[in-house]
């Protein structure tokens, strides 16, 4: 048997008792082991407090960029800087560093916190005392902002079938049941299975409508476990008050013997459209069965994580995922704040959300005026 790598602590340990070694390599290193295993407790103390040729002992440990990387919400809270959740091991050394803490509640680390989190030119506008002098907005680009912190609102009631198959209609004589044995989440999905004709499915929105409005953006989304290499379609159906289809988006899809994410992102409105169906079909004339579960229908310029409904439409607040306690954690105390996802920042965008931006209307008379703005 090898003698065991001692660390220093225990190495130290095993010098101060070595009268006592002669015998150890004929008995197995037993008393290295044995002071192997009691140095581990201390050794990482031992790392920190040991003074280096350059600095002293527990300099590394308080210092933002050497300190280990366990040590960081710890060593934060010496200046202030609460730790966001989810952020790389560099950006934790550089919110010590820039002393995050110490600017809380100013406009620039709200701004800061958000940006964790975007991608691309992370562009934040911060309106302050936007409904009353004790509240202000934060907004973010679609863009920029991961879907999940986006908010939603699931349109299909009854997006897990958890409880019932109600709402959801057959295509073509396909046989459209809730099953219990396989799903996505939750303890149930919806099993279709087709007679051998194309087209056959399953649909949502005939019983229960999908209500739309005429010229906004709306995405299907929804996970579907089909046979491996079977010709699938997704579609949006859009139809009028009197139930005749206007027109139909469709997106071809090829089983996998699994679940997927299949999903038709930001389809326009048309005109005369009042509602939606949305639908599963197989494109080939073949019997086959498939399940679909976390179906979602909802406003949005691109499909979002799943909200779960059952028997009721459901909504999703922004920035749940991250952005709320992000700027929680930066606003001054006692003021309140909303936190929206925006299309984009032409002036003609924030106008038109006038009941939010009719204060910068009053201030400011062009988006360029806003820009430069302090
Ligand atoms: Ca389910």
Do not use: C
């Not at 280096?52 to 934060?76: F, H, K, M």
């Not at 984009?344 to 988006?367: C, P």
Request: no cysteine; hydrophobic share 40%.
């Amino acid at each position: 048997m090898p003698a065991p790598v001692l660390e220093s602590f225990a190495a130290a340990l095993y010098q101060e008792l070595s009268p006592l070694a002669l015998q150890d390599e004929a008995n197995s290193w037993a008393l290295a082991y044995y002071l192997a295993s009691i140095g581990e407790g201390f050794q990482i103390v031992e790392d920190l407090a040991r003074d280096t040729p350059t600095r002293p002992g527990w300099a590394s440990l308080l210092d933002p960029q050497t300190a280990p990387s366990y040590a960081l919400d710890w060593l934060g809270q010496f200046v202030g800087v609460e730790i966001p959740v989810g952020v790389t091991e560099q950006a934790k050394r550089d919110l010590i560093q820039d002393l995050a803490g110490w600017r809380r509640g100013t406009p620039g680390s709200i701004r800061a916190a958000v940006q964790l989190y975007l991608t691309g030119t992370k562009e934040v506008v911060i309106t302050e005392r936007d409904t009353s002098p004790y509240h202000f907005e934060v907004a973010t680009r679609f863009s920029e902002t991961p879907v999940a912190e986006w908010a939603a609102t699931n349109l299909n009631q009854n997006g897990g079938a958890e409880t019932n198959a109600t709402g959801y209609g057959s295509m073509a004589a396909a046989t459209v049941t809730r099953d219990t044995t396989v799903f996505k989440s939750g303890v149930a999905s919806i099993k279709t299975v087709t007679p051998a004709t194309s087209g056959a499915g399953v649909q949502y929105g005939i019983v229960t409508a999908q209500p739309v409005t005429v010229g906004k953006k709306y995405s299907f989304g929804v996970w579907v476990n089909a046979p491996l290499g079977q010709a699938m379609n997704l579609a949006i159906d859009w139809r009028t008050a009197a139930d005749a289809n206007v027109s139909t988006i469709n997106q071809a899809f090829v089983g996998t013997g699994t679940w997927q994410y299949v999903k038709i992102d930001g389809a326009t409105a048309p005109a005369t459209s009042t509602k939606a169906r949305t639908n599963i079909n197989i494109t080939t004339a073949t019997i086959v069965t498939f399940y679909a579960d976390e179906w979602q229908f909802e406003q949005n310029d691109a499909a979002t994580p799943y909200v779960a409904t059952n028997g009721a439409t459901a909504a999703r607040a922004a920035g749940t995922v991250n952005m709320l306690r992000a700027i929680l954690t930066q606003k001054p105390a006692g003021l309140q704040f909303t936190y929206v996802v925006v299309p984009s920042w032409t002036y003609n965008d924030l106008d038109a959300r006038a009941g939010t931006y009719d204060a910068l209307d009053a201030l400011y008379g062009t988006y360029d005026q806003m820009e430069d703005a302090p």
